[in-house]
């Protein structure tokens, strides 16, 4: 089972940029699907972004589009968020999650990590 460690949140202004990282164990990092979720306070999780084994093909919730990117580096078993344009209502706490391919990740991932908290003030 793949165990996911994410870092990087913080206190940013709006506008400002932030870029996450999630790293896995394990030796079979570039197998998975790997995606970024985010859950506000009150609100349910919502899905971010997420990209295929090889990072070849990615998927963004249309919020992000154009703001956020997702990139992997599967020498170093990391996935990326780099957010830019950072708006308040981007606060949330960021999970990285992990699945055997892309669909799954954005639907039903099989491991989760424990998030990172952002917050982007106005």
């Known amino acids: 089972q793949v165990q996911l460690v994410e870092s990087g949140g913080g206190l940013v202004q709006a506008g400002g940029s932030l870029r996450l990282s999630c790293t896995a164990t394990?030796?079979?990092?570039?197998?998975?699907?790997m995606g970024w979720f985010r859950q506000a306070p009150g609100k349910e999780r919502e899905f971010v972004a997420a990209?295929?084994?090889?990072?070849?093909?990615?998927d963004y919730t249309d919020s992000v589009k154009g703001r956020f990117s997702i990139s992997r580096d599967n020498a170093k078993n990391t996935v990326y968020l780099q957010m830019n344009s950072l708006k308040p209502e981007d606060t949330a706490v960021y999970h990285c999650?992990?699945?055997?391919?892309?669909?799954?990740?954005?639907?039903?991932?099989?491991?989760w990590g424990q998030g990172t908290q952002v917050t982007v003030s106005s």
């Open positions: 394990g030796r079979t990092f570039s197998s998975y699907a």
């Open positions: 990209l295929t084994g090889s990072g070849i093909i990615t």
């Open positions: 999650a992990a699945g055997r391919t892309i669909e799954v990740v954005t639907t039903n991932p099989m491991a």
